[in-house]
């Protein structure tokens, strides 16, 4: 007889033991799903910013060529008429003394010109890489500030 009451607290305690033991095990399943939506949400946020970076990268990169086209144009028509004007001037020269003086002239100031646009030339080519850059870098330092929390 002793037998047949503890049968009965022995199918509940090992009810009450199994109960325990898939509550812990569905809370565990729960947390780590919860765990990889978290995660996959941040690793599309991530894949998210990056892309936007590449984007930003992209037209800064197609604002500066506008801009180094632009003055390249405006460069090379300045110079031809610039040039059109010496030729019509050394046309005018009434002696071999004063068309090498306009020829001169007009060499060493072309020379200027060609060496002040080369300088601006070559900043706004190094404006234009660093603007192009910076949305990249930005997000190459938030992938090294990632794996440094990742690792703590």
Same mark, same amino acid.
């Given at each position: ?8 607290? %022995? =199918?509940?305690?090992?009810? /009450? +033991?199994?109960?325990?033991? $898939?509550? *812990? ?5 729960? @947390? ?27 037209? %800064? =990169?197609?604002?500066?060529? /506008? +801009?180094?086209?632009?003055? $390249?144009? *405006? ?5 031809? @008429? ?48 660093? @603007? ?21």
């Amino acid at each position: 007889m002793a037998t047949a009451k503890s049968a009965p607290r %022995a =199918a509940k305690s090992a009810t /009450e +033991a199994f109960e325990q033991m $898939t509550g *812990a095990s569905n809370e565990a399943v729960r @947390e780590n799903i919860d765990r990889s939506l978290a995660a996959m949400s941040e690793a599309s946020s991530f894949g998210k910013q990056n892309i936007e970076a590449w984007v930003a990268s992209a037209a %800064a =990169a197609q604002k500066g060529f /506008e +801009a180094l086209s632009a003055r $390249t144009v *405006a460069f090379q028509k300045e110079a031809m @008429e610039k040039h059109v004007a010496a030729a019509k001037s050394l046309m005018t020269s009434k002696s071999v003394q004063e068309f090498v003086e306009k020829q001169n002239d007009y060499a060493k100031s072309s020379f200027e010109a060609y060496v002040a646009e080369l300088t601006t030339v070559s900043e706004l080519v190094s404006g234009v890489a660093k @603007e192009t850059i910076a949305p990249i870098n930005d997000r190459v330092n938030a992938v090294g500030q990632f794996i440094q929390t990742a690792q703590r």
